[in-house]
C-alpha cells in the first residue's frame, strides 16, 4: 500500500465501496423483486447477509494491498483513533467511501430499475416498533464486533491470509440479529449512500434516523478500536511507532 499514491488509495476505497454497497445491499430489492408476494424468510435474509460477506471477502484481497480496504468510515476512525491511521487523511477516505456508496446504490438502480427505488432500494431503516436507543443499540453492537475482528484479523500476529475470510464471515454473523431491527447498516457509507440516491429517485427517507445510524457506528468504531488496542498492546509496542495500516497489518 506504501508504493501507491494518496489519489490511487483514495480511488480504491470508492471502488471498494461502490462494490459493498451494489452487491450487498442490491441484494435487498433483488431478493424482494424476485420473491414478489411470496413471505420473506430466513433463507432471504441468509442470502442477503452472504452478499454483503462475499463482496467484503473479494474486496479485502483485490484492493486490500492499495488502500487497506477500509470501505467503512466506522473502521477508519477506529483505526485513526488507535494511532494506526493518519488522522488528516480521515477525511479524504470517508470522502471516498460516501462517494463509492452513492456510487454503488446508483448502480443497483441503473441495473434493477425504478422497481428497486419503490422496493426501498435497501435503505437501511427501522419501524415504529424500534426504539431509538433499541436501534442505536443494534447498530452500535454489529459495528463493534464488525470493527474489532477487523483489528484482530489484520494485526501482525494474525494467521497470514484469512483476514478476508474472518472479516466477511463477521459480516455474515453480524447481519443476522441486527437485520431484523435496523436493517443492520453497520457502516455510515453504506447508510448515507443509498439515502441519498433514493431521495433523488423520489423515494421516501427518513432523515431523521440517520444520526442514530451515524452515531451508534462511529462510537462503536472507535471504541472497538481502543479496545483491541487495549487488550492486544503488549510492553513490546510502546517502544514502536504507529504505522499506517496496510491490507496484512494493522
Known amino acids: 500500500m506504501d508504493d501507491n499514491s494518496l489519489p490511487q488509495r483514495l480511488l480504491t476505497e470508492a471502488l471498494g465501496t461502490a462494490i ?25 435474509l441468509g442470502m442477503i447477509s452472504f452478499a454483503f460477506a462475499a463482496a467484503v471477502v473479494a474486496t479485502v484481497y483485490a484492493l486490500g494491498p492499495i488502500s487497506g480496504n477500509h470501505i467503512n468510515p466506522a473502521v477508519t476512525v477506529g483505526l485513526a483513533a488507535s494511532g494506526k491511521f493518519p488522522w488528516r487523511l480521515v477525511p479524504a ?10 456510487v454503488g446504490a446508483a448502480a443497483i438502480l441503473g441495473v434493477l430499475g425504478s ?48 483476514a478476508g475470510l474472518a472479516i466477511g464471515l463477521v459480516v455474515f454473523g453480524a447481519i443476522i440479529p441486527v437485520a431484523p431491527v435496523t436493517g443492520a447498516s453497520i457502516n455510515p457509507a453504506r447508510t448515507v449512500g443509498p439515502m441519498l440516491v433514493q431521495q433523488l429517485a423520489g423515494g421516501h427517507v427518513q432523515w431523521g434516523q440517520l444520526p442514530v445510524y451515524l452515531l451508534a457506528e ?12 487495549a487488550l492486544s498492546r503488549v510492553t513490546a509496542d510502546r517502544a514502536i511507532a504507529p504505522q499506517s495500516p496496510s491490507a496484512q497489518e494493522v
Open 20 to 44: 459493498l454497497v451494489f452487491v450487498g445491499v442490491g441484494a435487498v430489492p433483488a431478493t424482494l423483486i424476485v420473491n414478489g408476494s411470496a413471505p420473506f424468510t430466513m433463507a432471504d
Open 93 to 102: 477516505y470517508v470522502g471516498a467511501q460516501v462517494a463509492g456508496a452513492v
Open 115 to 162: 422497481k428497486a427505488s419503490d422496493l426501498g432500494l435497501g435503505v437501511a431503516t427501522y419501524g415504529a416498533s424500534v426504539s431509538v436507543p433499541q436501534a442505536f443499540l443494534a447498530e452500535f453492537v454489529g459495528t463493534f464486533i464488525l470493527v474489532l475482528v477487523v483489528f484482530g484479523a489484520t494485526q501482525r500476529k494474525a494467521a497470514p491470509g484469512f
Open 218 to 229: 462511529l462510537t462503536a468504531g472507535v471504541l472497538a478500536g481502543l479496545a483491541y488496542l
